[in-house]
């Protein structure tokens, strides 16, 4: 069962290596996976599934931090065990800031100057990888944590 979503074939491409290593940890040479394509294209895809599940959940286990990023808006997000951590930062309608830019960004919150940090946390409503995989699916970034941990401190 697919848990999250199959992976492109251009992401396939570049993961090729590591795919021909899951098919060959399974059993599976070259010649089985040409064979297993065209005679059985159903058990190919759902190959595909379990590598694509395999992948996902191995890069979502490393992620703690996301970031979403708009001209007067910060979001970057602390994911934890049992909830997950917001610190945000706005900016006036009216501000020239533009938090796109991340050396002005991080030049912005040196000075603090007209701008509003804030906090919130939530239990988590499903499970933890399925809520980042989520947000980076709506278009969250990994972050470091750096921003989070400055934000942090302003608060």
Do not use: C
């Not at 065209?38 to 759902?46: D, L, S, Y």
């Not at 996902?56 to 996301?66: A, D, I, M, Q, W």
């Not at 007067?72 to 602390?78: E, S, T």
Request: hydrophobic content about 40%.
């Amino acid at each position: 069962m697919l848990k999250y979503r199959r992976l492109t074939p251009a992401e396939l491409e570049t993961l090729e290596p590591q795919f021909v290593r899951f098919l060959v940890s399974n059993t599976v040479t070259a010649a089985d996976w040409i064979n297993i394509k065209k005679k059985e294209p159903q058990k190919a895809v759902q190959l595909v599934d379990i590598f694509s599940n395999a992948v996902f959940e191995t890069t979502l286990n490393k992620v703690t931090y996301l970031k979403n990023k708009a001209s007067k808006d910060l979001k970057i997000y602390h994911f934890e065990p049992d909830k997950i951590i917001l610190m945000g930062l706005t900016a006036a309608a009216d501000s020239p800031a533009d938090f796109n830019n991340d050396e002005e960004l991080l030049h912005l919150i040196q000075q603090a100057e007209g701008l509003s940090v804030y906090r919130a946390e939530k239990r988590y409503e499903r499970d933890r990888l399925e809520e980042i995989f989520n947000m980076l699916e709506n278009g969250a970034l990994i972050s470091d944590g750096t921003l989070f941990h400055l934000l942090e401190k302003m608060y």
